[in-house]
């Protein structure tokens, strides 16, 4: 167990729908990290945010968008959802900003599995 | 050109084996450079990392890193069927900008 929560572990939605996942980090870790994971494009980075900003972005499309609250727990907002979006999405902690030392471990939470139908 | 490459195997070898699995890279920014293991359906889970040039042994596990060639390895001595999943090399860099990047991932199959 990473200690890492992630809820729901499953999603089965209508496309043009809009759903929220939650991620509650580590205890301590102040760096939240979210990742899509599908068959054919692997595990992509979609965003990440320390201590409440946002610090990088990757892969995300517009109708995406995510935060992180006050307590640290995170929220991946997904919009407008297209049979393309089915996938696994993974939340990963870690205690500082990846790279740098001490900060390179990232924990993943067991993920969220998204079928748009 | 993808700034990881990964084999995507999947690669079977019997129990006890020797298993090499590599990744190569084309930013020289990269600085830190980490696997992880995944078991189908579960999250990832970081096996070994390195920062620089070298080898470094964990276990049955050697992560080695040669920047120079811009190749990363990991190999699994003797080794298990438990070692049956999906193995991830990561990067990251943090000078100047910020980068995490990882790998499509490598299936192994360890046969009993």
């Known amino acids: 167990d990473s200690g890492v929560t992630q809820t729901p572990k499953h999603l089965i939605t209508a496309t043009g729908q809009r759903v929220t996942l939650r991620c509650s980090p580590r205890?301590?870790?102040?760096?939240v990290y979210w990742y899509q994971q599908s068959l054919d494009q692997g595990l992509q980075f979609l965003i990440h945010?320390?201590?409440?900003?946002?610090?990088a972005k990757g892969n995300i499309l517009e109708r995406f968008s995510a935060q992180q609250f006050p307590d640290l727990h995170s929220e991946l907002n997904l919009s407008s959802l297209e049979l393309g979006d089915s996938a696994l999405y993974f939340c990963?902690?870690?205690?500082?900003?990846?790279?740098?030392?001490?900060?390179?471990?990232?924990?993943f939470g067991p993920g969220t599995r998204l079928t748009v139908t | 050109q993808k700034e990881v490459e990964q084999d995507p195997g999947p690669l079977s070898v019997p129990e006890g084996a020797i298993v090499s699995l590599n990744c190569t890279y084309s930013?020289?920014?990269?600085?830190?450079f980490m696997w992880y293991r995944q078991y189908s359906r579960k999250g990832p889970e970081l096996l070994m990392y390195?920062?620089?040039?070298g080898n470094k042994e964990d276990g049955r596990f050697t992560a080695q890193v040669d920047k120079s060639s811009k190749y990363i390895s990991l190999f699994i001595r003797d080794s298990q069927p438990s070692d049956s999943a999906t193995y991830l090399c990561?990067?990251?860099?943090?000078?100047?900008?910020?980068?995490?990047?990882f790998g499509t991932g490598t299936r192994l199959k360890v046969l009993a």
């Open positions: 990963a902690s870690s205690a500082g900003l990846a790279g740098v030392p001490g900060s390179y471990e990232q924990y």
């Open positions: 205890s301590g870790d102040l760096s």
């Open positions: 945010y320390y201590n409440g900003e946002e610090r």
């Open positions: 930013n020289s920014a990269f600085q830190y």
């Open positions: 390195t920062y620089s040039s």
């Open positions: 990561a990067m990251s860099a943090w000078k100047g900008t910020y980068k995490y990047i």
